[in-house]
């Protein structure tokens, strides 16, 4: 990390700047660590059926164009193999179960799961119970930060905790290993593949919290903005290095046609941005709601 | 801004209570447990690793998993 030259005892807790002053004072009613949870989970509901709308929208006809491509190449692997597959007068479908027999895996309607099922139901469930398990542990992570960074009120770090989030769980894993339509992919490296992504996902996480910590640590003597400047520039560097250090994965055949996978990428960014950007703005504004100082003097009195 | 009649116990800006790490720590390991393994079977059962046999969960849903950015297969 940057600004690591610096071996400061954590004792002496001068209070000669203002922002350095950390009374407990009594706790808000509302924004206990249960107050936050319910919160979180709330936001993370709304923002898992927001997302199912935009998911459906926007991203289910690069997935049905994706099918389609898969489809169409598991028919002409049908044809080359031939005598091989003893299945009566191969239809689309039919192929492309023999050929997903393997990793069993299947997308026709031979699938358990129909793709109108998959794309409804199936997509909702997606949508909702990682929203609402997402929204559940940023709330956790909004509640540790309240009253941790300076002047900001608890929807402040509530919402510095989402956009945080967001860069370090969607936004700079994409960048490194973006989403895959079906039919790119090789499904034996499906491992592998999961494995790296979790790994970028965790030391992304690690480095993010790092650079919360070193906001903290420096801002006494920097000033709030530019100790977030330079934590913000250690983590772009630090993930930098990371991602070159991180294999490269490219299965994308060149079959593969190019203007369907940017709509497929596209809509995956789009959908990722949706569940984080209504999380963050809708547990922000519970949490507002829930600060004594947060609510307008008008809607006491009136 | 009429404030006269409030008592004095409101304060223009109140101070930002900090919640101690020992309360937290209890809600974030039981709810973390819960919430991951959520976003588990959401993001990776039945695709890199299996709890149950079959498809069934990878198929249903496969939409989701594919747009929220894991790998699917």
């Known amino acids: 990390m940057t600004g690591s030259n610096t071996a400061h005892p954590a004792g ?20 206990t660590v249960t107050g936050f949870l319910i919160r979180g989970l709330l936001a993370g509901l709304i923002a898992g059926l927001i997302t199912f709308a935009v998911a459906y929208t926007v991203g289910e006809p690069p997935v049905d164009g994706a099918i389609a491509v898969e489809e169409a190449a598991g028919e002409s692997v049908d044809e080359a193999v031939g005598d091989d597959h003893a299945h009566p007068e191969g239809t689309a479908e039919h192929s492309h179960a023999d050929t997903a027999a393997d990793d069993g895996h299947s997308h026709g309607e031979d699938a358990e799961v129909s793709r109108s099922t998959q794309s409804t139901w199936g997509l909702i469930t997606a949508t909702v119970v990682f929203g609402t398990g997402l929204g559940g542990l940023v709330s956790l992570a909004a509640a540790f930060a309240m009253g941790r960074f300076g002047g900001l009120r608890p929807a402040g770090s509530t919402a510095l905790i989402g956009v945080v989030g967001y860069a370090a769980l969607s936004l700079v894993p994409f960048l490194k290993y973006p989403a895959n339509p079906p039919a790119v992919g090789d499904p034996d490296t499906i491992g592998t593949r999961t494995g790296e992504y979790f790994a970028f ?10 650079a919360l910590v ?19 520039i250690g983590f772009v560097v630090v993930m930098l290095i990371v ?3 991180f294999p490269v994965v490219n299965e994308v055949s060149d079959d593969f046609p190019a203007a369907l996978l940017w709509e497929f990428r596209s809509a995956s960014m789009l959908t990722q941005a949706t569940l984080w950007g209504v999380l963050t703005v809708v547990l922000s504004l519970l949490v507002q709601r829930a600060d004594p100082a947060g609510r307008r003097p008008a809607g006491l009195s009136a | 801004m009429s404030q006269a009649a409030i008592p004095p116990r409101s304060v223009p800006t109140l101070a930002v209570p900090s ?17 991951l393994i959520a976003v588990y079977f959401v993001s990776s059962e039945q695709g890199a ?7 069934g969960i990878h198929e249903w849903v496969h939409d ?10």
């Open chain 1, 12 to 31: 002496p807790s001068t209070s000669t700047s203002s922002t350095g002053t950390r009374p407990r004072p009594g706790s808000f009613p509302g924004l």
């Open chain 1, 214 to 232: 070193l906001t903290r640590r420096v801002a006494p003597r920097l000033g709030w903005f530019a100790a977030g400047a330079v934590a913000l």
């Open chain 2, 49 to 55: 690793l299996a709890v149950f046999s079959g498809s």
């Open chain 2, 19 to 35: 919640l101690p790490i020992r309360t937290i720590l209890p809600w974030a390991l039981l709810a973390g447990i819960v919430l």
């Open chain 1, 201 to 210: 996902l965790l030391v992304s996480a690690i480095v993010a919290v790092l």
């Open chain 1, 243 to 245: 991602a070159w250090l």
């Open chain 2, 64 to 73: 989701g998993r594919h747009l929220l950015g894991f790998p699917c297969h």
